[in-house]
């Protein structure tokens, strides 16, 4: 059972008193300072119509949204709470020294203990993964490489599982877990393999039993380590193993696979803010016909409440963009190995598509799983305009990469300053509508569907 978390022993100074607390480390800001103000008598002090806030010692106040977790407080800190109007001056040294340590020790961009935290995880999953690829690349006989990924993955994922559920530390946990997913493909890519194949040689039927494999991993995961970041990967791995599953039944081109794929993907995207909504098992409102509906359906909904399912589908919606970026991005590579003018053009049609869609989502890694893949996309399509075309074609794409540049620094500039224009919003929507229509078109052509017409017609 994950442990229980003990709340933060601080003291909180007021103008003229202070107050040994202890704070649920659930508890946001805005939700502590009013009882603050109230348990230290501050409210009579208060002078006009200001509120109070809440800082370190020559700090910037804390932010009213961030829990007691979020905000970094540890047993023993002392806390100041200050009017809105009467903002503590900053600090006075009287050695120049302690001024310059104070100073660089309170910047932005100084290494500290959870940065030490974050590198050490990556490092770890990067190293679980290159021993998984060392163990397909060692030669070993194709069954042995298997037993030897299969325990791997099922070391990680216990391990993975102990750091979440009895130390209660399940950002590290998942990490670990993380690692084990190479191990999981690796050991459905050399399941399959005959005798005297290579361990990681890839066909249609050893890639289905690698997807198969990597989603299985993945679902256990995000059950032992409770962590909804997983459903990208099972997501991804699931879709890539159907792809190949039908590219070994029907014969079909990857190429062809793929168009449909991402076509299929890119269409679908719209359906995942509600699927996350209902895997958050969050309430949909209900639009009252009139006012006696709206007041019969009213009823109180509690804040707190509504926290951590919001949370946890604003995670999942992560997780499923994720798995839309990655599916993307890997469709476009294999789009781009052909020869095939069409599918190159389809691979810049859903990149396109996607740089465009990420408007719609206002959350950090949502927006940049969007973009990286929509960017991969683009650039991919360009560069491999670029090899085959000549000195004309390689001059324009590079006056087109600078242009976007250019369009890209303006933005940039402009960004901070005011809201976007409506009517550039407005002309995006077009644009990206029309993206999205001309998929199908282009994926026919892909697929050699106005040829089969052409030949069935005579």
Do not use: K, N
């Not at 603050?36 to 010692?57: C, F, N």
């Not at 993380?178 to 399941?191: D, Q």
């Not at 069409?342 to 859903?350: E, F, R």
């Not at 990149?351 to 950090?364: C, E, F, K, W």
Request: glycine residues 12%.
């Amino acid at each position: 059972m994950p442990t229980t978390i003990a709340p933060r022993r601080v003291t909180v100074v007021a103008p003229h008193s202070r107050l040994d607390v202890s704070l649920p480390v659930q508890s946001t800001v805005a939700e502590l300072v009013p009882q603050l103000v109230r348990l230290l008598s501050v409210e009579t002090d208060r002078a006009g119509g200001a509120g109070w806030e809440l800082h370190r010692l020559g700090a910037p106040p804390l932010d009213s949204a961030v829990t007691v977790t979020g905000a970094g407080l540890r047993d023993g800190e002392v806390l100041y709470l200050s009017s809105v109007d009467r903002r503590a001056t900053p600090m006075l040294f009287d050695d120049v020294v302690d001024a310059i340590a104070s100073a660089a020790a309170d910047r932005p961009g100084v290494w500290r203990g959870t940065v030490s935290r974050r590198v050490g995880g990556a490092v770890a999953c990067l190293a679980f993964a290159a021993v998984a690829v060392a163990v397909g690349f060692s030669g070993l006989p194709a069954g042995t490489v298997a037993i030897l990924a299969g325990a791997l993955a099922l070391a990680l994922l216990i391990a993975g599982g102990a750091l979440s559920r009895a130390y209660g530390d399940r950002g590290l946990g998942a990490v670990v877990a993380a690692g084990g997913v190479p191990a999981a493909l690796v050991g459905g890519l050399a399941v399959l393999a005959g005798d005297g194949q290579a361990a990681l040689a890839v066909t249609a039927g050893r890639l289905a039993l690698a997807g198969t494999a990597a989603t299985v991993y993945a679902a256990l995961a995000a059950v032992v380590v409770a962590e909804q970041r997983f459903a990208a990967v099972a997501v991804a791995a699931a879709v890539g193993g159907i792809a190949a599953f039908t590219a070994l039944l029907t014969g079909a081109a990857p190429a062809s696979v793929a168009a449909i794929v991402c076509c299929a993907a890119v269409m679908a995207s719209p359906a995942l803010p509600m699927l996350a909504l209902r895997l958050g098992r969050l309430p949909l409102p209900s639009v009252p016909t009139d006012v006696a509906a709206f007041r019969r359906d009213e009823t109180p909904t509690l804040g707190p409440e509504m926290v951590g399912g919001t949370e946890a589908a604003e995670r999942i919606l992560t997780s499923l963009l994720c798995a839309l970026a990655v599916i993307v991005a890997c469709c476009a590579g294999v789009l781009l190995t052909t020869d095939d003018r069409w599918s190159w053009a389809l691979s810049g049609l859903v990149g396109a598509a996607l740089l465009l869609r990420s408007r719609a989502y206002v959350g950090v890694g949502q927006r940049a799983a969007l973009l990286l893949a929509g960017a991969v996309a683009v650039l991919g399509t360009a560069a491999r305009i670029g090899l085959v075309g000549d000195s004309g074609t390689r001059l324009l794409l590079a006056g087109l990469i600078g242009l976007v540049g250019a369009v890209c620094a303006t933005y940039a500039v402009r960004a901070p300053a005011g809201t976007p224009s409506p009517y550039w919003g407005r002309l995006l929507d077009v644009v990206e509508f029309l993206a999205l229509v001309s998929l199908v078109p282009v994926a026919g052509a892909v697929l050699d569907v106005y040829g089969a017409v052409r030949a069935w017609g005579g």
